[in-house]
């Protein structure tokens, strides 16, 4: 018979038999959700492909060297985004939200200030305050980043093909 490893191997997904939406399809999806969700059309949209490393897995961050090679799935965000005084009288319009179709339901409410701090709530969120926080430094003097978006993805969470790196493309 055959050893407990290769039947594994015969019937775990391959790539080959995982057909991602394309872009155009996610981006209809992220931007219907966007309008359900805030009630206008986005001003921008943006695509990121997933990625898998060859070779240096969690090593890029630990100045090793990495082989990253781009999938056809993606995240798609739509949104708008904005520079505002950050002594606004209606203290919402300094918070930003997320909403996305991998966590119905969910919207991730958070101020972009230099105290972000990651959370347990919403934890899928996280990624994007911390490229948000990078931003922190290029907001003019008196102004606050304020943001919404909605996010689509072909990436399957959890699957190693680092779904979060593309919510944090740069």
Same mark, same amino acid.
């Given at each position: 018979?055959?050893?407990?490893?290769?039947?594994?191997?015969?019937?775990?997904?391959?790539?080959?038999?995982?057909?991602?939406?394309?872009?155009?399809?996610?981006?209809?999806?992220?931007?219907?959700?966007?309008?359900?969700?805030?009630?206008?059309?986005?001003?921008?949209?943006?695509?990121?492909?997933?990625?898998?490393?060859?070779?240096?897995?969690?090593?890029? @961050?630990?100045?090793?060297?990495?082989?990253?090679?781009?999938?056809?799935?993606?995240?798609?965000?739509?949104?708008?985004?904005?520079?505002?005084?950050?002594?606004?009288?209606?203290?919402?319009?300094?918070?930003?939200?997320?909403?996305?179709?991998?966590?119905?339901?969910?919207?991730?409410?958070?101020?972009?200030?230099?105290?972000?701090?990651?959370?347990?709530?919403?934890?899928?969120?996280? @990624?994007?305050?911390?490229?948000?926080?990078? @931003?922190?430094?290029?907001?003019?003097?008196?102004?606050?980043?304020?943001?919404?978006?909605?996010?689509?993805?072909?990436?399957?969470?959890?699957?190693?093909?680092?779904?979060?790196?593309?919510?944090?493309?740069?």
């Amino acid at each position: 018979g055959k050893s407990p490893r290769n039947a594994a191997r015969e019937r775990a997904p391959t790539m080959a038999s995982f057909q991602p939406e394309p872009k155009d399809v996610l981006l209809r999806k992220a931007e219907r959700l966007f309008r359900r969700v805030f009630d206008e059309h986005p001003s921008f949209a943006a695509f990121a492909p997933g990625r898998v490393n060859l070779i240096g897995e969690h090593t890029d @961050y630990t100045n090793g060297f990495v082989c990253p090679m781009a999938l056809t799935a993606g995240t798609v965000i739509a949104g708008r985004g904005a520079l505002v005084d950050e002594e606004a009288e209606d203290a919402s319009a300094l918070l930003s939200m997320i909403v996305s179709l991998q966590v119905p339901g969910e919207v991730a409410v958070f101020e972009c200030s230099p105290g972000l701090q990651p959370s347990d709530q919403h934890p899928w969120a996280n @990624y994007v305050k911390g490229v948000a926080h990078e @931003y922190l430094a290029d907001v003019p003097a008196g102004k606050r980043l304020v943001f919404d978006f909605a996010v689509a993805s072909s990436v399957p969470l959890g699957s190693g093909l680092s779904s979060s790196a593309s919510l944090e493309v740069r």
